[in-house]
């Protein structure tokens, strides 16, 4: 013990020591989905093996658990020893469920950025699909990963690194925030188009398209305000033709001369 701590003789901590290690939480086995044989095994052993080393458990003992249908026949179809080595269980399930590297090759060649998909997720269906095939450079992944994209992000990315070496990193990164600009610019976009004109824009067109309008005029006592159809002077049945013009004054004072006794 030091000089300072024997004359204090406060307790002494050990900074260096170990923390207490915490127990690991209860692992829910419901946490990784059962798999039948179909879907993607590859991604499907990923987060298994995740999960199992995230929760401190065995994945040889959790995988007989999970696996369904002809999955588990592929499992049951082990030796004791090779169920209990998770390597040689995900190497069997890989040969049973897997795409071939001529497959894997052919969905790399098609495979695009889905609309909604984030650029992480689709990076690793990449590289998933890469680890089928094999072996692959670093540069062959970025250019395969620039294909998928939309043309007008491909370009962006490609203008921003100019003459420079763009590795997949960089391209990841440029790719993440071009499209969350423009995802923040699409959003907006609705809002700007639906906005309503000041109030007094509103009663300017308003005021324009009434003094357009013709006044109305009744065809058939010729007053204004009203249509024939609606006319209080009317003949009351509806009528929507224009009046009758009214007789000359020769006519009228034929009508009413007496006609002249016959002989």
């Known amino acids: 013990m030091s000089d300072v701590e024997e004359e204090s003789g406060a307790a002494v901590v050990d900074t260096n020591a170990a923390e207490p290690e915490l127990p690991a939480p209860a692992f829910d086995l419901r946490a990784i989905p059962e798999f039948d044989g179909t879907g993607d095994v590859v991604k499907w052993l990923e987060q298994a093996k995740q999960l199992c080393a995230l929760r401190r458990v065995s994945l040889a003992a959790v995988l007989p658990t999970r696996l369904r249908d002809q999955a588990y026949e ?16 995900r190497d069997k399930l890989h040969s049973a469920f897997a795409m071939g590297p001529d497959a894997a090759m052919s969905e790399l060649y ?7 998909e984030s650029v992480d997720a689709y990076l690793g269906s990449i590289k998933r699909l ?25 370009l962006t990315v490609r203008n921003s690194v100019g003459d420079g070496t763009l590795t997949l990193e960089r391209a990841v ?5 071009t499209l969350a600009i423009t995802a923040r610019e699409r959003a907006a976009a609705p809002v700007a188009a639906v906005q309503l004109p000041p109030p007094s824009v509103q009663q300017q067109r308003a005021t324009r398209g009434t003094a357009r309008r013709p006044p109305l005029r009744c065809w058939t006592c010729g007053q204004m305000g009203h249509i024939a159809r609606l006319c209080p002077n009317g003949r009351g049945d509806g009528a929507t033709s224009a009046p009758r013009a009214p007789p000359s004054p020769a006519a009228a004072t034929a009508r009413e001369r007496p006609s002249s006794p016959s002989p």
């Open 74 to 89: 592929v499992w049951a179809s082990l030796s004791e020893t090779e169920q209990r080595d998770a390597e040689i269980v």
């Open 110 to 116: 098609r495979r695009r950025l889905e609309p909604g």
């Open 130 to 154: 890469m680890s089928l095939i094999g072996y692959v450079s670093s540069t062959v992944m970025t250019v395969h990963f620039l294909q998928g994209l939309p043309a007008e992000v491909r």
């Open 173 to 177: 990164a440029i790719a993440r925030s």
